[in-house]
Nanobody, 124 residues
Framework: QVQLVESGGGLVQAGDSLTLSCAAS????????VGWFRQAPGKEREFVAA????????YYADSVKGRFTISRDNAKNTVYLQMNSLKSEDTAVYYC?????????????????WGQGTQVTVSS
């Protein structure tokens, strides 16, 4: 069982940077792949980025590639999402999710554990 808590959201201006954190409980967090997703009002939840459990291979949605960076510190049981050059279209509630497998996926339904989300608002 893993519990996830996101933090770091807020209100920023276009072009600013923000770093989200996803803190996990449980001694085996290093064995979980982690993804970041976001959901804007009236839209479906969409994939943002993912990182594998051990080798730390990363994957990104085309819309954030080159601007966002996902990373993890297994010693701290934390996964980060560094967001640079933020745009108004990045406004959403951001969620982290975990799954205990070696493969990555951009499908929300295949993640077993979810945090409560953190709001990111980018004003233009």
């Amino acid at each position: 069982q893993v519990q996830l808590v996101e933090s770091g959201g807020g209100l920023v201006q276009a072009g600013d940077s923000l770093t989200l954190s996803c803190a996990a409980s449980g001694r085996t967090f290093s064995t979980y792949g982690v993804g970041w997703f976001r959901q804007a009002p009236g839209k479906e939840r969409e994939f943002v980025a993912a990182i594998t459990k051990s080798s730390g291979i990363t994957y990104y949605a085309d819309s954030v590639k080159g601007r966002f960076t996902i990373s993890r510190d297994n010693a701290k049981n934390t996964v980060y999402l560094q967001m640079n050059s933020l745009k108004s279209e990045d406004t959403a509630v951001y969620y982290c999710a975990a799954r205990p497998t070696t493969t990555w996926t951009n499908r929300p339904s295949l993640y077993d554990y979810w945090g409560q989300g953190t709001q990111v608002t980018v004003s233009s």
